[in-house]
C-alpha cells in the first residue's frame, strides 16, 4: 500500500518499498548506535539510497527517529497481560514478558533499544522511553508504594536486557534467556508482591 | 602541582588550575550528554578556554574522555568493601554502596555517570562499565552461578540509577534514597543470597 505522502506527490508503487527500506536501515541503525551516533547519511548508506532520499522522505532525523519509535499493539498487549492476574508468580510473569519483548522479534525490540540507546542524547527518546517505564505504573494498584515497586521492577529489568545488550557483560551474555529468568524472577517477585514470598 | 606536561613545557603554574578546569568541565559533559553529543566546543566554552588549549592539553576527544574516566580508590575500597562479610545484610550493603556510588559525591559519580552514558556509542566506555561490573565479579565465590548472580544484582542496580537519573522516571526521582534502599535491598538479597531469605 503507498504511503499518504507517496499518493499525494504521484510517486511510482516502488516509493513505499524504498520508505520501508529507510525503515528499517533506521531502526537497525538507531538501535545499534543511538540516536546521537546514527547520521542520515549511515541511515541512506545503509539503505542502500540517497541521504537527499531520506531527507525528502521524512524531513529531518527527529522525524525519521519518531516514525520507527513504535512497537506493535499485539507486543504491548501480550507484555501488559503479564503484569494482570495473581500475585503469585508474576515475578516470573514480568520478567518473562520484559527479556521476551527486549530480545524477541527485533521489529519490537529495535525501538526500544533505540529508545533505551537514544534516551541519553534525545528528550523524545527519553520521554518515550519514561511513557513505556509509566504505562506499566498506571496498571498498579493506585497506591504510591505499588507505583514505586513497579518502576523499581522495570528499571532492574531494563538494567538487566542494558548488561545484555548494551554493556555486553560476558557472563550475562553467555547465560541463555531461561537461566536469566531463573535468577531474575524471584527478585522481581520480591519487589512487585513484597508479601508472597519468592 | 603541576602537571608533568605543564613542568616539561615550562608552563606557568596556571597552566595546571587551568587544566582541571578543563578536566571538570569534561566530566560534567561527559556525564551529562555521553560520549558522542559532548563536543570539544562545548567542554572547553563551560571551561572558559579556547578549544585549541583543550587540544593542546589532550591531543583528542578520546583522550580526554580516558583522562576524565577515574574513579578514587579511596571510592571503590569504600564500594567493594559492601561485598565482603556475611550473607546476611549482603542485600541492603551492596544496593547502598551502589547509590552511594552512583548517586553521591560527583567526583566519583560523574565518571560512572558517563561510562553509562557514553558506553552506547563509545567502546571504551563500554569496556570500562563492563570491568566496572566484572572487579565485583571476581570477588563471587567463584562458581559460574555466582558470577552470574553478581552480573545480575549489578545491572539490575545500575537500572535502577539509569531509571532515576537518564531516563528519570518521575515516581523514582521523587523518592529519596532511603526509600529506593528499602525496596530494592530485598531484591538484591534473593539475588545474591538466594537462600538466606531476604
Given at each position: 500500500m503507498a504511503t499518504e505522502a507517496g499518493k499525494k506527490r504521484g510517486r511510482r508503487p516502488g516509493a513505499s518499498v524504498t520508505r520501508q527500506k529507510v525503515l528499517d536501515a533506521a531502526r537497525a541503525c538507531f538501535a545499534r548506535e543511538g540516536y546521537a551516533a546514527a547520521t542520515i547519511r549511515k541511515i541512506a548508506g545503509e539503505a542502500g539510497v540517497d541521504a537527499a532520499l531520506v531527507m525528502q522522505f521524512f524531513g529531518s532525523k527527529e522525524e525519521l527517529f519518531a516514525a520507527v519509535m513504535s512497537i506493535s499493539p499485539e507486543a504491548l498487549a501480550r507484555f501488559g497481560a503479564?503484569?494482570?492476574?495473581?500475585?503469585?508468580?508474576?515475578?516470573?510473569?514480568?520478567?518473562?514478558?520484559?527479556?521476551?519483548?527486549?530480545?524477541?522479534?527485533?521489529?519490537?525490540?529495535?525501538?526500544?533499544?533505540?529508545?533505551?540507546?537514544?534516551?541519553?542524547?534525545?528528550?523524545?527518546?527519553?520521554?518515550?522511553?519514561?511513557?513505556?517505564?509509566?504505562?506499566?505504573?498506571?496498571?498498579?494498584?493506585?497506591?504510591?508504594?505499588?507505583?514505586?515497586?513497579?518502576?523499581?521492577a522495570s528499571t532492574m529489568l531494563i538494567g538487566v536486557v542494558l548488561g545484555r545488550r548494551v554493556i555486553r557483560v560476558p557472563a550475562l551474555v553467555a547465560e541463555d534467556r531461561e537461566s536469566i529468568v531463573a535468577a531474575v524472577a524471584p527478585a522481581i517477585q520480591v519487589v512487585l508482591a513484597p508479601t508472597t514470598g519468592s
Open positions: 503479564a503484569f494482570d492476574g495473581s500475585a503469585e508468580g508474576i515475578g516470573e510473569r514480568v520478567t518473562r514478558a520484559y527479556l521476551d519483548l527486549w530480545e524477541g522479534d527485533p521489529a519490537d525490540s529495535e525501538p526500544l533499544l533505540a529508545m533505551l540507546r537514544s534516551a541519553i542524547t534525545n528528550e523524545r527518546a527519553a520521554e518515550q522511553l519514561r511513557e513505556f517505564v509509566q504505562a506499566r505504573l498506571w496498571d498498579a494498584s493506585g497506591d504510591k508504594a505499588s507505583v514505586v515497586r513497579a518502576g523499581i
